[in-house]
C-alpha cells in the first residue's frame, strides 16, 4: 500500500499539468506570438530592473523563513549558508513541485552536513511551510477585506460574504499570535507534540511570511504595462489565488495552472491577454527558470566538494593504515 502512494503526487501532479494545458490551449489558442512578443518587447529597462529587485525581495524573505525556523531550534548558522540552502531548495522546490517533499530533501542533505538532526529539520521544514502558509492567510485576509472585488474575477460571491471570509481568516492570524504570546499547551498527536514559537519568533513571521508573497506578486505587476493596469492589490490577490491552486495541484512550477487562473482572473480589464501573458512570461523568467539555473549549479559544486572531501578522507585512512603497517 505505502509504495502504491508514493506513485499518488506525481500521477496527481501530471493529470493536473495535462489538464491545465488542456484548459490553457483552449484560453491562448486566440492568442498571437507575435502579440506576445511585441508585449514582451514594449516592458521598459525600469519595468525590468524592479522585477528583478522584486524577485531579490521574495528570495530573502525564504532565507529570512530558514533563519526564523532556526531561530526557533536556538541553532546558529551564517547568513551565506541559510541563504544559498534556502535559494536551492526553493528554486528546486518551485519546479519540480510536491516543495515540501522535493524541499525537505534539499534541506535533509545540506543541513544534515551542517550538524542538524533529523529531528531538527523535520521542524525546521514543517516551520518553514507553515510560516509560508501564515503568510498565504495573513495577505488573503487583508485582500479580501480591503479589495473584496477581486474575489468576483473568479467566484460569484455576495461582497458581504468575501468580506466576512477575510475577516474569518485575520482572525486565524490573531489567534496564533495570541496562543505564542499565552504560551497554549502543546498540540499532542501521540507521542509527538507541537508547540508554540515564542512570541520573537512569531513577529518575525508575521512580518516575514507576506514578504515573499509580496515581492512574488510584485514581478507580475512590474511587468505589466501602466495602462490599464488594475493595481497591485488585485494583482497580488489573483496572485495568491492563482499561485495557491498551482501549488495544491503539485504541477511542477505549476505549469498551466498560474497561467489558466492568471489569465481568466485578469479577462475583465482592459489588459490584453498578451500583455498579462508576457508579465507571467517574466515571473517565470525571473522567479523559476534563472534560479533553477543556479540551483543546478549550487548543487553540483555542492556535491562535488562533498564528494572530494569523502575520497580525501579515504585517501588519508588508507595513507594511516599503510604507515602503520609498514611501522610494524
Sequence with gaps: MKKKLEYVWPVIGLAAVVFSFWLLYKELKGISADDVWVSLTNISSVQWLLCVLATFVAYAALAWYDRIALLHLGRKISWTAVSLISFTTYALSHNIGASVLSGAMVRFRAYGTLGLSIGEIGVLVALCSFTFGLGTVLLG?????GEPEVMLRMIDAPIWLI???????????VLY?????????????????VYYPRLPVTFRQ????????????????FALPEAGNPGYFV???VFLASFSLALVSHAPGGLGVLEFVFLNAMASDTLSQSDVLAALLVFRLLYLIIPLGFAIIVVVLFERSRLSATLAAQAAEKNTKSGTGTAE
Excluded: D
Aim: aromatic share 12%; charged share 10%.
Design 141 to 145: 485576509g487583508l485582500v479580501l477585506v
Design 163 to 173: 468580506r466576512l471570509t477575510g475577516f474569518g481568516l485575520l482572525g486565524l492570524v
Design 177 to 193: 499570535v495570541l496562543g505564542s504570546w499565552r504560551e497554549f499547551k502543546p498540540l499532542v498527536i501521540g507521542k509527538f507534540a
Design 206 to 221: 508575521i512580518f516575514a511570511a507576506p514578504l515573499e508573497l509580496i515581492g512574488a506578486a510584485g514581478i507580475i505587476y
Design 235 to 237: 494583482v497580488l490577490g
